[in-house]
């Protein structure tokens, strides 16, 4: 299976700062047809979680501009521009692009 | 797109319990639908999938053999069938909408959950 691991596990920002998640795979993430399927997703208090990005750097539908992935292989980024209140929460990886579908461990977003 | 999870509960090691999943605004037999737990205080795992059609399911090792992801696409309905629990299968449900017929690394859609425990 594909280990996902990330780092940091807990990221104290200061809002208005920018933050970033790395996310770090056991094996290149690049799948045969061209794409790599690794995603970010969001999971805040008593919200169902939410999928952020898709293929290292596609927004969702809906999902801010401040919030950027990017990346390529085995070593892929989360980037948040300026943190807002609302970002507080649990950011999880994930690769899609071998069965068993693996996420990262989670990184804690709060704020200082 | 609405997913409603139901059918989770307290059960005994080596008992049974079958989820479904109830799911609304799009067009369900379109897309691959998957199944991710999470167990108290702990992170996601990714559980099993399904392609649109139904004919093609992939499992985590842990469940293989022993939970069974099935839909019924006249219902929208999906489920996961599971028997033989123990209590490491102690966890949150989520029903997540995938992508297209067998894309199923998009998660783009997710539940509110449904809790399983299982212990005696």
């Known amino acids: 299976d594909i280990v996902m691991t990330q780092t940091p596990l807990s990221s104290p920002v200061t809002l208005g700062q920018p933050a970033s998640i790395s996310c770090r795979s056991s094996q290149s993430l690049a799948h045969s047809d061209g794409n790599t399927y690794l995603s970010w997703l969001q999971q805040r208090p008593g919200q169902p979680l939410r999928l952020l990005i898709y293929k290292i750097s596609n927004r969702f539908s809906g999902v801010p501009d401040r919030f950027s992935g990017s990346g390529a292989g085995t070593d892929f980024t989360l980037k948040i521009s300026r943190v807002e209140a609302e970002d507080v929460g649990v950011y999880y990886c994930?690769?899609?692009?071998?069965?068993?579908?693996?996420f990262g461990q989670g990184t804690k977003l709060e704020i200082k | 797109v609405q997913l409603l999870e139901s059918g989770g509960g307290l059960v005994q090691p080596g008992g049974s319990l079958r989820l479904s999943c109830a799911a609304s605004?799009?067009?369900?037999?379109?897309?691959?639908m998957t199944w991710v737990r999470q167990a108290p205080g702990k992170g996601l795992e990714w559980v099993s999938v399904?392609?649109?059609?139904?004919?093609?399911?992939y499992y985590v090792d842990s469940v293989k053999g022993r939970f069974t992801i099935s839909r019924d696409n006249s219902k929208n309905a999906l489920y996961l069938q599971m028997s033989s629990l123990r209590a490491e299968d102690t966890a949150l449900y989520y029903c997540?909408?995938?992508?297209?017929?067998?894309?199923?690394?998009?998660?783009?859609?997710w539940g509110q959950g449904t809790l399983v425990t299982v212990s005696s």
């Open positions: 605004g799009f067009t369900f037999s379109s897309y691959a």
């Open positions: 997540v909408k995938s992508g297209l017929n067998r894309d199923t690394a998009m998660v783009d859609y």
């Open positions: 399904i392609s649109g059609s139904g004919g093609s399911t």
């Open positions: 994930m690769q899609g692009t071998q069965f068993p579908h693996t």
